[in-house]
């Protein structure tokens, strides 16, 4: 699509902050209107715009897009959601490690254990730890502690949350993210500590490099994303 506005500007709403494309407020693909909680995040979206060229690149427009998907997905089927992001926690990445070798495990336990012991202070959510890739059941008032950790979220904390667990495979890690615990270096190297400690020992290929990267990506918009949202 061509670029068809001029200038890319915020709006304060009944609601919150619109953004507005030569004082046509933007609308979400369902044609709900663009609104954020924060004049904060509206800016950095009108911001997306106003960098456009002569093409518009959907690309170019991540906080846009996943304002968006809060509006249009995560409001109407919240419940849905918020059980899908609370499901990472009966097999949360962290709570799985390595039997071999020495140092891997060695790594795990220092990197993982501080955040399990975080949560379990933080949402009184203790997590049991096992070696292998058995499935093991965590304690039943600790899951319905997180969920409620995440039931707690409004639907553009709940459309971060969601895109940092699905990126990270770890509810932990993602709370932690969102909660400013960690920044986003820290929630990618401590998700992808795995495989991160093969690519040392054997390289990586192009392909787990775009896919790492991409990973990286979400992990960053993410925090910065929300950020934003709850930014005065």
Sequence with gaps: MKRFYREAMVAASERGFTVTLDGKPVRTPAKALL??????????????????CDELRPDALPLTRLASTALDLVAPRRAEIVAAIAKYAGTDLVCYRAEHPPELVERQQRAWQPLLDWAAQRYGA???????????????????????????????????????????????????????????????????????????????????????????????LAAHFHTLARAA
């Design 35 to 52: 609104t954020v909680p924060s004049r904060a995040l509206a800016a950095a979206m009108a911001a997306e715009w106003q960098g456009q």
């Design 126 to 220: 203790p997590l049991a730890v096992t070696a292998g890739v058995v499935p093991r059941a965590q304690p039943e008032a600790s899951l319905a502690a997180l969920a409620a950790a995440v039931e707690a979220q409004d639907a553009m904390a709940l459309a971060a949350l969601h895109l940092a667990t699905a990126a990270c495979g770890s509810l932990v890690i993602a709370l932690a993210l969102v909660e400013a615990r960690i920044d986003a270096a820290a929630a990618f190297a401590l998700s992808q500590l795995d495989e991160s400690f093969e690519i040392e020992r054997w390289g990586e290929d192009t392909e787990q490099t775009r896919r790492r990267a991409a990973l990286r990506d979400d992990i960053a």
